[in-house]
């Protein structure tokens, strides 16, 4: 140093406060101060490193060094901005940038801290410790392939470090090349044996590889090492739930919330188990789950499925929020949850007392009722939303009704109660107008249509209460004088009144002919069918859970009920669906919706129900689906492969089901996967029982005969007939169309699994499993039957369903695979 540099160093000293410090005496600082730092003396080295700086404020070593120490404390911005002007001011050391890294690093700034590592790599390539973060920064901005070249440039460089095998393991799963995590992770182990992590990480890509029993070791081995840590008891509960062993899955949730009560997965999937093994404590656990974390939409899935299984005995105020927020959600399919509702609604006791108060009652005071009634918000949103499958509730709607047209027809009813009557008649459209109309009823509402038809002809305002009441008995578009009411200026609630019942009809006449059609309909049978459904749509809903995302087709194969591996399976790109037989659409919607990568054509005999699907399309905004009418018979003019076909609820409609099916094999591609839905012969006893008194009595399936026949059935329900006790629990019961469709049909098969497992053979089709209901059934069954393949044997099932007839009440509902 010459003299003018020794007077300059000399002036920034007494500048700032500081003692001069020779050339020497800064080395003797820097080491002095580095000993501390490497000993663990933080404050003593930061104080050394700040006198050097004090001395010379450009000293590279001391702004790294003291920058490292700003990052060893937490102060990852201070750290960062201290060795940055370190590598400016030294731009080839290579821990510089390294710790520049890693100061990025600690900030989340991934993509700032790989071009760090990579600096310091050209400056050192053997700077193992730079590869291992550059792969870790890599993982985490998800550029896998990356992140594994440079894992494996350290496995090179250190064969011997099971840090680095374990973190290429990490890479592979990330990958999902399990095979060659299985590879890395054991490598780590061999070398350091007694690290829980890699035992468990080795034990999870064992599960996803399907080998159970070298997964169910390595989570031991893992859990003698860590037995207190929660999410290692977790994840082994995981992977006994997935082979069956829900009892000790079940323990080992319990386990882990032992160890974390607020463990909001382990309550999750204890609830699951729970629930599968037939325990109603799930409920609990579920419930838990939602309140520690209400952002998760697994969670409420969940929670949603095994609350539309259950009846309430008790209730509280917080559980009737819970399932109003159900209700909002956007994955709810609502009348999934109506049963569920409504038995927590009655149990509610000032609820229960209302309803008592009504059907016990000569006179009512409408007022006063639509009062109580609106102090639950449930109530009105569920009666807006879809049918009550309730006959106590129908019962009580139906005065509540009467009572209403009376008050109005008297003017005696206030219009502060608007939001309960206009729930009322939302709640009448959704049933279809089921419920029986009584002699004065009819006499009323022949006044009433003469009188608002008398006030909009002459422009004048209807009167609100005057209008909803007459839709609380007929939809609003099949009156003559409606149709200027939708260009009104009406309270909100009369606006949602209007808009279902004129506006969205109207919608839906205007899409009717804009549907394009296949081919002729020529089959007698088809034809029978067609005009049920142009009459009768099937099924009229308001409102579709949709996913909270998609999960495109690929990832939905893991999710169908493959009790035995299907074959290989190539999709077109993009994959093509076909949904024969759509009906109002909810089926199509659901599959459109969850498979957004695919493309998705739904046929119906019905331009009444095409038309209702094509209107929720748009109203949904869903755009990878087209509509077309046709009859199943003669798909074969579309004359192109499907990869997927579902058709529920439709070939025993047909007159030859069998002929209808094969059509669908000869579209499906090689290999390409089908659901099937059809009635059980053995589930639907109560059905067959209501059309045989159909056709002795003579009712007809016009909306008076249905509710006739309804009338009837209801009658010899109280009288104690316990089959036909049974059609209370089927949620068709309590619409007109629905009903129609389910003891009025013109068509109806039914099968034993013998024939559906004969069938299956002729058509070269290979089964895959049941869509279960309830969860606990499968449980059940592999108690009854616990061979191996047992789950794949119809013949199995057939007995199984003989000593459970309920089992499918609903329908069979199925997948099989196309044999190549």
């Known amino acids: 140093m010459n003299r003018s540099e020794k007077r300059r160093q000399k002036k920034r000293a007494q500048q700032h406060g500081q003692p001069r410090l020779d050339v020497n005496q800064l080395q003797n600082a820097l080491n002095l101060a580095v000993?501390?730092?490497?000993?663990?003396?933080?404050?003593?080295?930061?104080?050394?490193?700040?006198?050097?700086?004090?001395?010379?404020?450009?000293?590279?070593?001391?702004?790294?060094?003291?920058?490292?120490?700003?990052?060893?404390?937490?102060?990852?911005?201070?750290?960062?901005?201290?060795?940055?002007?370190?590598?400016?001011?030294?731009?080839?050391?290579?821990?510089?940038?390294?710790?520049?890294?890693?100061?990025?690093?600690?900030?989340?700034?991934?993509?700032?801290?790989?071009?760090?590592?990579?600096?310091a790599i050209r400056l050192n390539p053997d700077y193992g410790q730079a590869y291992f973060n550059l792969g870790q920064v890599l993982h985490q901005l998800g550029l896998l392939d990356e992140a594994e070249a440079a894992l494996a440039k350290l496995v090179a460089l250190a064969p011997d470090s099971a840090q680095a095998h374990f973190e290429m393991g990490n890479i592979h799963k990330a990958q999902s090349h399990f095979e060659a995590a299985v590879v890395s992770y054991q490598a780590s182990i061999n070398l350091e044996p007694g690290i829980f992590l890699g035992h468990a990480n080795l034990a999870q890509v064992l599960h996803r590889l399907g080998k159970m029993d070298d997964a169910v070791s390595c989570y031991k081995s893992a859990l003698s090492i860590a037995p207190d840590q929660a999410l290692l008891h977790h994840n082994y509960a995981n992977l006994l739930f997935d082979t069956g062993a829900l009892t000790e899955a079940a323990d080992s949730y319990r386990q882990a919330l032992a160890l974390d009560p607020n463990f909001a997965p382990a309550h999750c999937n204890l609830g699951r188990a729970l629930d599968a093994l037939g325990d109603v404590n799930g409920f609990v656990h579920l419930h838990q789950a939602i309140t520690l974390n209400g952002d998760n939409n697994d969670y409420w899935v969940a929670f949603e499925d095994m609350v539309a299984r259950m009846e309430f005995s008790h209730v509280d105020e917080p559980l009737l929020d819970d399932l109003s927020a159900l209700l909002r959600r956007t994955t709810l399919r609502p009348h999934k949850l109506a049963r569920a509702v409504v038995s927590a609604l009655k149990c509610h006791p000032e609820f229960g007392e209302i309803v008592r108060s009504i059907l016990s009652a000569d006179e009512m005071d409408i007022d006063r009722t639509a009062t109580q009634f609106s102090k639950f918000p449930l109530f009105l949103e569920i009666l807006k939303l879809c049918p009550l499958n309730d006959l106590d509730l129908e019962r009580t709607l139906r005065r509540v009704r009467k009572a209403f047209l009376l008050a109005v027809m008297d003017d005696t009813v206030d219009a502060r109660n608007l939001e309960f009557f206009s729930a009322l008649a939302h709640q009448m459209f959704a049933n279809e107008y089921v419920i029986d109309v009584g002699a004065d009823e009819a006499k009323h509402l022949h006044q009433l249509d003469k009188q608002l038809a008398t006030c909009i002809q002459g422009g004048d305002t209807a009167t609100l209460l005057h209008l909803i009441a007459m839709a609380t008995y007929k939809p609003l578009h099949s009156c003559r004088w409606a149709e200027p009411l939708k260009d009104g200026v009406w309270p909100p609630a009369v606006v949602a009144v209007i808009t279902r019942q004129i506006a969205e009809p109207l919608q839906e006449r205007a899409l009717r002919q804009e549907i394009k059609s296949?081919?002729?309909?020529?089959?007698?049978?088809?034809?029978?069918?067609?005009?049920?459904?142009?009459?009768?749509?099937?099924?009229?809903?308001?409102?579709?859970?949709?996913?909270?995302?998609?999960?495109?087709?690929?990832?939905?194969?893991?999710?169908?009920?493959?009790?035995?591996?299907?074959?290989?399976?190539?999709?077109?790109?993009p994959p093509q669906i076909l949904i024969a037989g759509c009906g109002t659409g909810q089926q199509a919607l659901d599959v459109a919706a969850n498979l957004a990568d695919a493309q998705v054509l739904a046929v119906d005999l019905s331009l009444s129900s095409l038309s209702y699907a094509g209107r929720k399309t748009q109203e949904l905004g869903i755009a990878n689906i087209e509509y077309v009418q046709g009859d199943i018979l003669k798909l074969d003019a579309l004359n192109r492969p499907f990869d997927m076909i579902e058709s529920v609820g439709v070939l025993h409609h047909m007159a030859e089901p069998v002929a209808g099916w094969r059509v669908l094999v000869d579209l499906l591609r090689p290999n390409g996967l089908m659901k099937i839905g059809l009635y059980s012969e053995l589930a639907r006893q109560p059905v067959l029982k209501a059309r045989q008194l159909i056709a002795e009595k003579g009712y007809i399936s016009t909306p008076e005969g249905i509710r006739a026949a309804r009338t009837d059935i209801i009658r010899r329900i109280d009288a104690g007939?316990?089959?036909?006790?049974?059609?209370?629990?089927?949620?068709?019961?309590?619409?007109?169309?629905?009903?129609?469709?389910?003891?009025?049909?013109?068509?109806?098969?039914?099968?034993?699994?013998?024939?559906?497992?004969?069938?299956?053979?002729?058509?070269?089709?290979?089964?895959?499993?049941?869509?279960?209901?309830?969860?606990?059934?499968?449980?059940q069954f592999e108690k009854e039957h616990p061979q191996p393949g047992g789950l794949t044997n119809l013949t199995h099932w057939h007995e199984f369903e003989s000593k459970h007839p309920d089992t499918f009440k609903g329908m069979y509902q199925f997948w099989c695979q196309k044999n190549a």
Not at 55 to 81: I, R
Not at 83 to 105: C, E, F, Q, T, W
Not at 521 to 540: F, L
Not at 747 to 773: A, M, S
Request: with cysteine; glycine share 4%; net charge negative.
């Open 518 to 573: 296949l081919s002729t309909i020529d089959d007698q049978c088809s034809q029978a069918v067609r005009q049920q459904y142009e009459e009768n749509p099937y099924p009229r809903w308001i409102k579709i859970g949709q996913p909270h995302h998609a999960i495109g087709f690929a990832a939905s194969l893991k999710h169908l009920p493959n009790w035995q591996k299907p074959n290989d399976f190539t999709p077109a790109n």
């Open 721 to 779: 007939d316990e089959v036909f006790a049974k059609l209370l629990d089927v949620t068709d019961f309590y619409t007109l169309s629905e009903c129609r469709d389910l003891i009025f049909h013109v068509q109806e098969h039914r099968f034993d699994l013998l024939q559906i497992e004969d069938i299956l053979q002729k058509l070269e089709l290979k089964f895959l499993g049941f869509e279960l209901n309830q969860p606990s059934v499968k449980v």
């Open 35 to 119: 000993q501390h730092h490497q000993q663990g003396r933080l404050p003593e080295a930061k104080n050394l490193y700040e006198q050097i700086l004090g001395a010379e404020p450009n000293h590279p070593d001391a702004l790294h060094l003291l920058g490292v120490v700003a990052l060893q404390v937490g102060k990852s911005d201070t750290a960062l901005d201290l060795i940055s002007k370190a590598a400016r001011i030294a731009p080839d050391v290579a821990d510089m940038h390294y710790n520049l890294g890693n100061a990025y690093k600690a900030l989340g700034r991934f993509e700032n801290a790989a071009p760090c590592y990579q600096r």
